[in-house]
């Protein structure tokens, strides 16, 4: 008896706490703070909190927004999108965060995030036309795009050979790629492969018709055999050092490592012309931030043209800021594969959070991979 | 005032009864052994006295000091283990200082008697080697002088010679007894072999299931076993079945008929006696008629050295008999027709 | 059969020792992409003192890995001590929740950490009008839970085969339960006391999903910004940590060996 | 006997100074430990909004119920035997190298250990990217056969990668109780087991393996739970190529944001897990 009345004190704790929480899943409580406040531009209410992906931003301009300002930057970081989410639903307080797109319609619907006070941020007027209204929060309510970039396959010349068809038939045809020494390389990624998937298809990569996602899952395991690896980290690693000869990633990264490659021509990267993933990081401010007004100024400052011209030149990846582009170096503004082509463009899409579809994507793709 | 008492001491592992209502007193000085074949509650009844065990019933005292529920470390009483126990980590000087310092002695008086510790156990040349660099005896002397330096009231002894070689053995036993005399302290020694206990002790209790069946010195325990047991487990016996005829004689189940001393209580008897009490004779040889006589024949013959033992088929009761090899010894051979004869003081009669 | 043996040592010991050259090696790499090997650079090491994130990730990383040993291993030695030396009632439910860190997968632990400190800290802050944040204390706390466990596994196997009598023959000598633990019971298991920290320290060094999940603002560690740089790319830096790193504990065992002059064991040296 | 004996009394006080030796632990974990897993527990029986929150409240059976899909017991089949491979050749690797160690002089032994621990304190992902650098086609085993004229080997992105690779990381696990039991043993039991004419492999196998034991299930237990659930390693050495029990359970998590279902998988291989090592303990004739 003795056993069970030891039991009851933790169960009562958390019975408690869940009662705390009102039952609502962990979602924090306080929001009303930081939503009253009013911020006006340069105002600054304290150090800044912020949470980015490592190796995000150029310390300097860190240093930089320090300096101008007077405050402190406190920097964590987070090593998926999921994790950083799951430390905003659970309160943890901090005053800016770098969500990709389909994170931030999932932190919009979940009320995660404070409305952007535009007053604030007269540097918005920096961005570029198609980046005021993405599918992902319209209107620019929540957030500002922060870098961007697309999902496309690194290829690797001399293996493919010349004249070889900008489709994801290099990954998915078997007729292709067997052929390739060493196999292809997928992203480890639910979404982006099975968005993949379904491009070569024809249908969005944001389809949830369930035969559609059934039908892109056989492209997946029919391509298995010559598919070398699931790999969302070393993919361009791979490409460069021969392990493998296309590699499905991230621009960005396959460019990085194209370019710090011994022999940079053997190496391409390209967007399939079905079409490919345009991604979003964007800066947003939670709910609860403490700091909602630095946060703000700092919004406005990433946004000033010289500020955005200098994190692209560091981080190479493509900048949403119009204003930016005359200090961006030409290097980086003229590669059509940072910068691609209206044309391309064209052919991009930005994946869009499914709701309960969700299960069905990573269910599938664990399908399509046993 | 006895040094050990144990008044009506039963100890219980869950259902199992390891000792059962003991009672026993140790006298001061005294080499006292307990033993019993493995499993009679020898150990347990040692593990009480120190302290490692505490009684489900009864008393222990110590020098008429209740110490029953004591821990160990406030017994007046030290132990040499089995496994001799020596912390491995210690050298032999350090392991033999532990007790003293534990007391919280000043340091050089503890570097004194370690000294004249390990002198008397002649070890003072290895006091800086590890346990595990000493030989069976040497770690055997490291655990006698880490115990008999604290100089206790009483040290208890768990099968301490068990691991050393024959040879060892009796050279300790000796070295053992001598000790005990010198250095005056009660010990109570716990062991399986009676022919150690025999050999060491001024008394003796022997146990069997938990029980203490008899008490008393080794000529006692060994002339004079009270129960069948006790007869059995000490020296080479002869158990002789039979039927009392009346207050003086018993007929065996061969139908020869023995006298006795000593008065039988019930109708069915057992006379036991030592084999080396028998003596063979020839019909020719005319034993007085005071003596025993059983008519046999020897169907073997063991040649032991300092003596010889026959087996005797006395016409079903086969007798074993051990005769002294002095020298004008008849010798008799295997199928020799003869009379196994004893003084019917020799023999006793045991209860089961 | 000596001979095997050390063979099958060194053989371990080079596969133990083979990824660190690789790792110590790709260090020197002058590209920015660590496996992408271009020209012999030291350059990485130079940065290590300019890179303000990575310094305080690892000034981090070993605030919470040192504080989660010394307590874990004092922790999971006395909770081995309770389960192999005592009877108690409520030891069998102890003895499986001893288990239980160790068999559940780490981002369960980590979702299940962070929504209990979020409510535990929320409770607190609600009743004592304080302002605690999730950060270094948490994952520290998170470490210890799951360290706890490893600890005493280690520490038990080793008590396990303690000859009680040792034990019973300190106490004979009249040293109380404290002593008889201070002076005979802990240098005896104190290899499996070692064991359990070096392993604790490894497993706090390199966990990085549930100190991802149970750290706040400020309170990155060295595995989680080094999980976060694979979007854009490990760099030869880390290895430069690494290396540091390696080299560092190497120094301080070489410094302890040299000191710890006496032939004694891990467990010897009393007096 | 009642509990009035004062024998009683004594067992009473030295079971309530284990309980006060535990104590702290004790409530270390229960606080820490045992409250944050009764969470994962009702968390397993809510449901997942539309959004990937969790939706409390609505206490439902489906999580367990998706437990039944031949998908998952095609996943954990798949992993155990990942696991237990690995375990094995852990056991087969340390178990000699534990015992080489274990045999040294003090000191040498406490300088191998501590070179045994030295590698994991460098950083986990670089380690593992140094294997991908060892395993593929340019590394130094491709080469090995390349000179001898047997072509290009990869084994990165095998199931030779993984094994290698998840050996690499749990070894110590294994090394370390081993030593200890080693250490430990009494090796004059070895000496006679030598002396009653056992062969070298016998006394082995009769006295040397069974006194060692514990650490052989401490050491069993430290690497086939974690192995079970490894992650990282599949993917990086393995390229992920196949589903394993530790990216599914990480994928609903952190890829599907479905908590209830992770929850429920957790609970799942948590329950199954402490039964095998109940039943490895009792198999083992020691009590859990």
């Not at chain 2, 050999?199 to 069946?213: A, C, F, K, Q």
């Not at chain 4, 030796?21 to 009702?42: C, D, E, K, R």
Request: glycine fraction near 8%; charge should be negative.
């Amino acid at each position: 008896m003795r056993r069970r009345t030891t039991w009851m004190v933790p169960i009562a704790v958390v019975g408690l706490m869940l009662a705390a929480c009102g039952g609502g899943g962990g979602a924090g409580g306080d929001t009303t703070a930081a939503a009253d406040t009013t911020c006006e531009l340069d105002q600054t209410d304290g150090n800044l909190n912020l949470y980015n992906w490592s190796d995000y931003i150029d310390p300097e301009l860190v240093t930089a927004f320090e300096e101008q300002y007077g405050v402190e930057v406190v920097e964590s970081f987070y090593e998926s999108n999921e994790a950083m989410l799951a430390q905003i639903q659970s309160g943890v307080s901090y005053d800016l965060i770098v969500p990709s797109d389909y994170m931030v319609s999932i932190m919009i619907e979940e009320e995660l995030l404070l409305p952007l006070q535009k007053d604030a941020i007269p540097n918005i007027a920096n961005l570029a036309p198609e980046f005021t209204d993405p599918p992902y929060d319209p209107g620019l309510r929540y957030s500002v795009a922060y870098q961007w970039g697309t999902t496309g396959l690194g290829v690797n010349l001399e293996a493919v050979g010349d004249a070889f068809v900008e489709s994801w038939a290099l990954v998915f045809d078997p007729e292709l790629t067997q052929n390739f020494p060493g196999g292809v390389s997928l992203l480890d990624d639910p979404r982006e492969t099975m968005g993949a998937a379904l491009k070569y298809l024809g249908y969005s990569l944001n389809d949830t018709d369930l035969d559609h996602l059934a039908e892109a899952r056989d492209v997946i395991r029919a391509a298995k055999p010559y598919i070398a690896t699931f790999d969302s980290d070393q993919y361009d690693e791979a490409l460069v050092n021969g392990e493998v000869s296309v590699s499905h990633g991230y621009s960005g990264d396959l460019l990085a490592a194209i370019w710090d490659a011994e022999n940079p021509d053997a190496y391409t990267y390209v967007i399939p012309e079905e079409g490919g993933t345009l991604w979003v990081d964007n800066m947003a401010i939670p709910a609860d931030a403490e700091h909602p007004c630095t946060a703000h100024t700092f919004v406005n400052f990433m946004l000033d043209g010289e500020n955005g011209a200098a994190l692209t030149n560091w981080t190479y990846y493509a900048s949403p800021n119009a204003a930016a582009e005359p200090h961006i170096l030409p290097e980086i503004l003229e590669d059509p594969t940072i910068y691609p082509s209206d044309e391309i463009r064209q052919r991009l899409e930005i994946i869009a959070d499914t709701g309960d579809y969700e299960i069905n994507f990573t269910d599938y793709f664990a399908q399509a991979k046993s | 005032m006895p040094a050990v008492e144990l008044i009506g001491v039963t100890k219980r592992f869950g259902e199992v009864i390891a000792v059962d209502r003991l009672d026993l007193a140790v006298d001061d000085g005294e080499f006292f052994s307990l033993l019993g074949p493995s499993g009679c509650g020898k150990t347990t009844t040692l593990r009480l006295i120190a302290g490692f065990e505490f009684p489900t019933a009864g008393s222990v005292r110590i020098h008429g000091r209740e110490v029953g529920l004591e821990p160990p470390n406030r017994r007046p009483v030290n132990t040499v283990f089995q496994s001799y126990a020596l912390f491995p980590h210690m050298t032999v000087a350090e392991n033999v200082a532990f007790g003293l310092e534990m007391r919280r002695l000043p340091s050089a008086e503890i570097a004194e008697r370690v000294r004249k510790a390990l002198d008397m156990v002649q070890l003072a040349h290895r006091a800086d080697a590890r346990p595990s660099q000493l030989s069976g005896g040497q770690q055997q002397r490291v655990a006698l002088a880490r115990a008999l330096v604290c100089e206790p009231e009483v040290l208890l002894l768990d099968e301490p010679l068990g691991a050393l070689d024959l040879k060892l053995r009796q050279a300790m036993q000796v070295e053992l007894k001598d000790l005990q005399e010198r250095v005056g302290i009660t010990f109570v020694y716990v062991t399986h072999d009676q022919q150690e206990a025999l050999t060491m002790s001024d008394r003796i209790g022997v146990m069997n299931e938990g029980r203490l069946l008899q008490v008393g010195r080794p000529e006692d325990i060994y002339e004079r076993p009270t129960s069948r047991f006790v007869a059995d487990f000490i020296g080479d016996i002869n158990l002789l079945e039979g039927r009392r005829v009346d207050s003086e004689t018993v007929e065996l189940v061969g139908g020869h008929k023995i006298r006795v001393l000593g008065d039988p209580s019930s109708s069915h008897v057992t006379v036991a006696v030592r084999p080396e009490r028998l003596e063979l004779m020839s019909d020719s040889d005319r034993p007085p008629d005071r003596l025993n006589r059983l008519p046999g024949r020897v169907i073997r013959r063991t040649y032991l050295g300092d003596v010889i033992g026959y087996r005797v088929d006395c016409g079903g009761v086969v007798v074993e008999v051990k005769e002294e090899n002095r020298s004008g010894l008849v010798v008799r051979q295997v199928g020799d027709d003869v009379l196994v004869v004893w003084e019917p003081e020799a023999g006793g009669i045991v209860v089961d | 059969m000596e001979r095997l043996l050390a063979a099958n040592a060194w053989a371990v010991f080079a596969f133990f020792y083979l990824p660190i050259l690789v790792l110590i090696v790709l260090s020197f790499n002058e590209n920015r992409n660590v496996n992408i090997w271009t020209g012999f650079s030291t350059r990485w090491y130079g940065e290590i003192l300019d890179n303000a994130d990575v310094l305080r990730a690892l000034r981090n990383s070993l605030v919470v890995a040192g504080v989660s040993t010394v307590c874990s291993t004092a922790l999971g030695t006395a909770a081995a001590l309770a389960v192999e030396r005592f009877r108690f009632r409520g030891r069998r439910l102890f003895d499986g929740l001893l288990y239980l860190p160790i068999i559940i997968p780490d981002v369960t632990m980590a979702v299940m950490m962070l929504l209990f400190f979020v409510q535990a800290l929320d409770l607190v802050n609600g009743l004592l009008g304080t302002r605690l944040n999730l950060g270094l204390a948490t994952i520290s706390l998170s470490h210890i839970a799951f360290n706890i466990s490893f600890v005493a596994v280690v520490v038990r196997a080793r008590l396990g085969q303690l000859d009680p009598a040792i034990e019973e023959a300190a106490a004979d000598l009249y040293a109380g339960r404290w002593q008889v633990f201070r002076r005979v019971t802990l240098p005896l298991i104190l290899p499996g006391v070692l064991g359990g920290a070096l392993l604790a320290l490894t497993l706090s060094l390199d966990d990085v999903v549930i100190t991802s999940f149970v750290s706040g603002p400020g309170s990155t560690t060295l595995p989680v910004y080094v999980f976060g740089l694979v979007r854009r790319g490990v760099t030869p830096l880390i290895n430069a940590v690494s290396t540091v790193m390696l080299l560092g504990s190497m120094l301080l065992v070489g410094l302890s060996l040299m000191v710890q002059r006496r032939p004694a064991t891990l467990g010897g040296g009393n007096r | 006997m009642g509990d009035a004996s004062p024998e009683a009394a004594a067992a009473k006080a030295e079971a309530m100074r284990g309980f006060l030796i535990s104590l702290p632990s004790y409530l270390y974990l229960v606080l820490f430990f045992a409250v944050p897993f009764v969470i994962v527990l009702v968390y397993s029986f809510a449901s997942r909004s539309s959004t990937g929150r969790t939706v409390l409240g609505d206490w439902n059976l489906v999580s367990y119920k998706r437990l039944f899909d031949p998908l998952v017991a095609q996943i954990a089949f798949r992993s155990l035997w990942l696991a237990l491979a690995t375990t094995l050749l852990c056991l087969v690797v340390a178990y000699p190298f534990a015992y080489f160690i274990a045999t040294r002089t003090p000191r040498v032994r406490n300088a191998l250990l501590i070179l045994v621990m030295i590698p994991f304190w460098s950083n986990f992902l670089v380690r593992t990217y140094a294997w991908r650098v060892l395993l593929g086609s340019d590394g130094p085993v491709s080469q090995i056969t390349q000179v001898l004229g047997l072509g290009e080997t990869r084994l990165l992105f095998t199931v030779w990668a993984i094994l290698i690779g998840l050996v690499y990381g749990f070894l110590p696990f294994m090394v370390l109780p081993l030593y200890a039991a080693i250490e430990r043993m009494d090796w004059s039991l070895v000496e006679a087991a030598r002396d009653l004419y056992a062969s070298g492999w016998t006394a082995f196998r009769k006295v040397t393996w069974p006194l060692t034991t514990p650490g052989v299930i401490a050491g069993s237990i430290l690497v086939f739970i974690p192995a079970l659930g490894a992650y990282v390693t599949p993917a990086i050495l393995g390229g992920a190529r196949t589903v394993l029990l530790g990216d599914y359970i990480v994928d609903q998590f952190l890829a599907a944001r479905n908590w209830p279902y992770g929850s429920a998988l957790s609970v799942a291989l948590m329950t199954v897990m402490l039964f095998a090592t109940f039943v490895y303990f009792r198999a083992g004739g020691r009590n859990l």
